[in-house]
C-alpha cells in the first residue's frame, strides 16, 4: 500500500511513498502562457523605470504582466496520469490546506487564487479516482513532527519560513533513504523543500501516537 502527500503551494509537488522509501514525485505542472508577451512587457517596464513621470505606465504594465501569468494554463491531467496507476493501493492520502490570509511576507492574493484553484484539481482527481483524503494546515501537520520544538528564539516570519524549510528537507532526509533521489531536481545542486514537504506530508497520519 502506498501513501500520497500533497504541497499545494505554486511550485509545489505530489509525492507517492511507501514506508521508508519515496517511489516517485511529480512536480506541479508550469504555467503556460505567452512567454514573448512576458519579455515585452518586463522590458517596456524597464524602460519606463528610467523615464520620469511614468509611475502610471509602469502600474499598468505590471498589472498587465500579473493578469497575463492569472490567465496561465497548467497540464493537470499530467497529475491525473501521475496518481493513477496507485489509485486502488493507497492507504494514506494528505493535503497541505492553503492559507486564507495574507501577513508579512505571506502568500500574495494571486498565490491564494491559484493555491485554491490547485486544491480544487487535487479534490477533483481523488473524487474521480475514489481515494479518500485529509487536509492539514500548515501548523497542523507540523505537530506530527517537531517543527516547533526545534524552531527556538523569536524568528521573524522570514526567518521562521527558511527554517522551516531546513527543517523540512532535513526530516525527509532522516524518515527517506532515497531522499536525495528526489528532493534534489537534476540540473539543481540544492534541495527542493516543497517536494520535501509533500513527501513528509504522506507521512502524517502514520506519525501520529
Same mark, same amino acid.
Given at each position: 500500500?502506498?501513501?500520497?502527500?500533497?504541497?499545494?503551494?505554486?511550485?509545489? *509537488?505530489?509525492?507517492?511513498?511507501?514506508?521508508?522509501?519515496?517511489?516517485?514525485?511529480?512536480?506541479?505542472?508550469? *504555467?503556460?502562457?505567452?512567454?514573448?508577451?512576458?519579455?515585452?512587457?518586463?522590458?517596456?517596464?524597464?524602460?519606463?523605470?528610467?523615464?520620469?513621470?511614468?509611475?502610471?505606465?509602469?502600474?499598468?504594465?505590471?498589472?498587465?504582466?500579473?493578469?497575463?501569468?492569472?490567465?496561465?494554463?497548467?497540464?493537470?491531467?499530467?497529475?491525473?496520469?501521475?496518481?493513477?496507476?496507485?489509485?486502488?493501493?493507497?492507504?494514506?492520502?494528505?493535503?497541505?490546506?492553503?492559507?486564507?490570509?495574507?501577513?508579512?511576507?505571506?502568500?500574495?492574493?494571486?498565490?491564494?487564487?491559484?493555491?485554491?484553484?490547485?486544491?480544487?484539481?487535487?479534490?477533483?482527481?481523488?473524487?474521480?479516482?475514489?481515494?479518500?483524503?485529509?487536509?492539514?494546515?500548515?501548523?497542523?501537520?507540523?505537530?506530527?513532527?517537531?517543527?516547533?520544538?526545534?524552531?527556538?528564539?523569536?524568528?521573524?516570519?522570514?526567518?521562521?519560513?527558511?527554517?522551516?524549510?531546513?527543517?523540512?528537507?532535513?526530516?525527509?532526509?532522516?524518515?527517506?533513504?532515497?531522499?536525495?533521489?528526489?528532493?534534489?531536481?537534476?540540473?539543481?545542486?540544492?534541495?527542493?523543500?516543497?517536494? *520535501?514537504?509533500?513527501?513528509?506530508?504522506?507521512?502524517?497520519?502514520?506519525?501520529?501516537?
Amino acid at each position: 500500500m502506498y501513501n500520497i502527500g500533497v504541497d499545494l503551494s505554486s511550485s509545489g *509537488a505530489v509525492a507517492i511513498t511507501k514506508d521508508n522509501m519515496i517511489i516517485d514525485v511529480l512536480k506541479y505542472p508550469t *504555467a503556460i502562457y505567452d512567454k514573448k508577451q512576458e519579455i515585452f512587457l518586463k522590458t517596456k517596464i524597464q524602460f519606463y523605470e528610467k523615464q520620469e513621470k511614468s509611475k502610471t505606465k509602469i502600474q499598468k504594465l505590471k498589472a498587465e504582466l500579473k493578469s497575463l501569468k492569472r490567465r496561465a494554463e497548467r497540464d493537470y491531467k499530467l497529475i491525473y496520469d501521475f496518481i493513477l496507476p496507485y489509485s486502488d493501493k493507497i492507504n494514506n492520502c494528505v493535503l497541505e490546506e492553503p492559507l486564507r490570509q495574507m501577513s508579512g511576507f505571506a502568500t500574495s492574493v494571486d498565490s491564494i487564487a491559484s493555491n485554491f484553484t490547485t486544491l480544487g484539481v487535487y479534490k477533483s482527481i481523488f473524487s474521480i479516482l475514489r481515494i479518500p483524503y485529509k487536509l492539514y494546515l500548515p501548523t497542523q501537520w507540523h505537530k506530527f513532527f517537531n517543527y516547533d520544538n526545534d524552531i527556538i528564539g523569536k524568528l521573524t516570519s522570514k526567518e521562521r519560513r527558511e527554517k522551516i524549510k531546513e527543517l523540512s528537507i532535513k526530516y525527509c532526509r532522516d524518515l527517506f533513504i532515497n531522499a536525495d533521489d528526489f528532493i534534489i531536481l537534476p540540473r539543481h545542486k540544492n534541495p527542493d523543500d516543497n517536494i *520535501a514537504e509533500a513527501i513528509l506530508l504522506s507521512k502524517v497520519d502514520i506519525n501520529i501516537d
